[in-house]
Structure formats: C-alpha cells, structure tokens
C-alpha cells in the first residue's frame, strides 16, 4: 500500500483517471470498425466502461483520503517531539520507508503520516513544515472508524504543536468539513455492507 502514498506525493504530476473517455466499439473486428468510422464523419461515442471489463478486484484502488497539518513558520515540530508524540498513540515508525504507520492487530496498514513535503521522508534532517496523514482505501473495510482514529490523532497533535488542520485541498478544516469526510467514509463501508457506518455519523 506504500505505493499509494509515493501516488499521492506526485498527485500533481499525473492526471486523474477521472478524466479518461472512453469509444465505444472497442471490442469490434478491423472490418466493423471501419464500417463504423464511415458513418456519420467517423462519429466518436462516449460512454463509461464497467467494472468487469478491467477486471477490477477493488473499486478504490488507488484511491485514499488525506488531511494536512501545517506548521507555523517559526514553529515548526523537532523530529523527536513528533516521533513521540505519535509513537505514544499507537503507530510505529517504518525505518526503511522513514514514514509512520497505523496497523491494526492482522498487520494490515489503515493509515499513513508522512512528510507532506518532497519525498515524504520523516527523520532527524526533515524539515517539518507539513504533515500529511494518508488513508488508503483499497481492501479496507471500516474506513470511517479509521478515519474517525485519524483526524482523532490529527487534531491531538495540531494542539501539541500549535499547527493547522487542513483538508486535501489546503483549506482549513471546519466541523462540517469533517462531518462530510465522515459521509464520503461511511458511504465507501455501506458499499462493503458495513450499515452501522451510517448511523455513526448522526
């Protein structure tokens, strides 16, 4: 799942899957084909591909929820600080990656923080003026618990460090910013069948 959030860091570089179109005829023979594109000045119809077609095992790949925590530019957290802090709620830190991570007991990742400038990189030479945290949702299954554990976390340490809760667009985060991640999380679960998200967010 790391490479979810190695996605996520050069988000800006790439260009969404939303934006893809998609011809119709895509499964025709050479012959009809050209049969098609003879009509009407070689008409190009749009339409949207299904699921079974790719093959998909998982609708969310690739996709996540994120939220930033920006420091003030005098302020910025030490490294240690920071370590401890997170270390103390529950997260471990990968060395190898230099990112920390949120499993829970089958050792499975439920959520990411990472340098949310230039590599992701979290160490004693960081520069720490953002940090994102990055919850991946491909195979999870109770997205909004964990989202509810992360900005839970989120805002513990945007006290601790006196930095800014922001969403995946860099705006601050209000109470109803949260309230409709809550909703987008709990409507990911309903489609895995997981009905007690809903009555969660009342």
Same mark, same amino acid.
């Given at each position: #799942? ?15 899957? %939303? ?12 012959? =009809? &084909?050209?049969?098609?594109?003879? !009509?009407?000045?070689? *008409? %190009? !119809? ?24 920006? +420091? *003030? ?20 830190? &990968? =060395? ?43 195979? &999870?299954?109770?997205?909004? *618990?964990?989202? !509810? =554990? #992360?900005?839970?976390? +989120?805002?513990?340490? +945007?006290?601790?460090?006196? #930095? ?8 601050? #985060? ?7 991640? *809550? ?20």
């Amino acid at each position: #799942m790391l490479t979810v959030v190695a996605i996520y860091l050069i988000r800006k570089k790439l260009s969404t899957s %939303n934006k893809l179109k998609f011809s119709k005829g895509l499964d025709k023979s050479p012959t =009809d &084909q050209e049969n098609d594109n003879s !009509e009407l000045g070689s *008409k %190009n !119809e749009i339409r949207q591909p299904t699921q079974g077609e790719f093959n998909l095992d998982d609708p969310n790949e690739l996709k996540y929820l994120s939220i930033h925590l920006l +420091a *003030k530019q005098q302020k910025q957290p030490e490294f240690g600080l920071l370590e401890t802090k997170i270390i103390a709620n529950g997260l471990t830190y &990968q =060395d190898s990656k230099k990112v920390f991570l949120k499993v829970d007991s089958n050792n499975i990742v439920l959520f990411y923080i990472v340098n949310g400038e230039g590599n992701g990189v979290l160490n004693q030479e960081s520069n720490i003026s953002l940090v994102t945290f990055v919850l991946p949702l491909q195979g &999870q299954r109770n997205i909004l *618990k964990i989202f !509810e =554990d #992360m900005i839970a976390l +989120a805002r513990n340490i +945007a006290s601790s460090f006196e #930095m800014k809760l922001l969403d995946d667009n860099f705006n601050s #985060m209000s109470d109803q910013t949260i309230t409709n991640y *809550k909703e987008r999380a709990a409507e990911i679960d309903i489609n895995y069948g997981n009905n007690v998200a809903r009555r969660r967010i009342k």
